[in-house]
C-alpha cells in the first residue's frame, strides 16, 4: 500500500515510534528512523521487513539539527511523504517546582520541534498533492493530570497544531492528524511506574496495576503495535478525508 513513500518518523528509536516505523515498513514505506539510544538495532529491526531505512541523530530541541535531518532524508529518499511527530519527554513536578529548563525541554521537543518539520515538509507534500502528517499527542491533548504541566500543555498544543494544519491542507492530498494514546509501556512509562513503586515500597505489579487503575478503565495498556496500525490507517486511501482529528486510543480513559 505504501511502496514507494518515505516516511520519517522522529523518536523512533524505541517505544511507540519503533512501532509505528514497523507498522508502516509493513506496508511499504521506507523509513527514515530518528532518536537516541543504539540506532543499530531498530535499523535491523526495520530492514528485516523488506524495506530500505535510514537513520538520522537530530535532536528535536533543536531547529537547526531538525533541518539537517530533513534535508538528510530529502536527499537520501527523494522526499518525505509521511511524517510522523512522535520523539518526546516527560518530567513531573508541580507547577511552583517545575525546573525551567525542563519546561523549555519538553515544550520544544514535544510541540516545537512538530511545527519544524512540518514546515519543512509541507512544501515537498503539496508540490506533491499527498502526504500524511501524524502527530503523536496523547490523552494529555485532551484532559489534565496533576504534575505534568509542560507536558499536558504541550500535548494540548499540538492538538491545536494538527486542527490548523488539517485546515491549510484541507483541499489537497496532504491530510494531519493526532493520535492519544493512554498508557503505553515504553521506557517513558516505565519510570512512572519506578517512581511509583519507590515512593510507596511497592513491587512492580502493584505499581503498575496502581497506574493503571487511577486512569485507564480497560486496566490494560495500549501497544505500540495497535498504534502503528492507527498511523497505517491514516495513510491508507480510507484516511483520505479524515483530517484534524485527535483520536484517542486509551482504553475508556477520555470516556469518563
Ligand atoms: P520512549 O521514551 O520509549 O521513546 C521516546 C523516543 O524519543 C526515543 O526514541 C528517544 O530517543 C526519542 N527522543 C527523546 N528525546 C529526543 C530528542 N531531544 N531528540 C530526538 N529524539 C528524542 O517514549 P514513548 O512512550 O514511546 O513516547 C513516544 C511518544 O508517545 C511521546 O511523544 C509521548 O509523549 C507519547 N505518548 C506516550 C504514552 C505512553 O504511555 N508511553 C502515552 C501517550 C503519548
Partial sequence: ???????????STSGIGLGIAKALARQGANIVLNGFGDAEGPKAEVAALGVKVGYHGADMSKPA??????????ATFGRVDILV??????HVARVEDFPVDRWDA????NLS????TSRLALPAMRAANWGRIINVAS?????????KSAYVAAKHGIVGLTKVTALETATTGVTCNAICPGWVLTPLVQKQVDAKAAAQGLTNEAATRQLLGEKEPSMQFTTPEELGELAAFFCSPAGNNVRGVAWNMDGGWTAQ
Fill in 1 to 11: 500500500m505504501l511502496a514507494g513513500k518515505t516516511a520519517l518518523v522522529t523518536g
Fill in 65 to 74: 539539527d531538525i533541518e539537517a535531518m530533513m534535508a538528510y532524508a530529502a
Fill in 85 to 90: 511527530n512522535n520523539a518526546g519527554i516527560q
Fill in 106 to 109: 519538553v515544550i520544544a521537543i
Fill in 113 to 116: 520541534s512538530a511545527f519544524h
Fill in 139 to 147: 490523552v494529555h491533548g485532551l484532559v489534565g493530570s496533576a504534575e
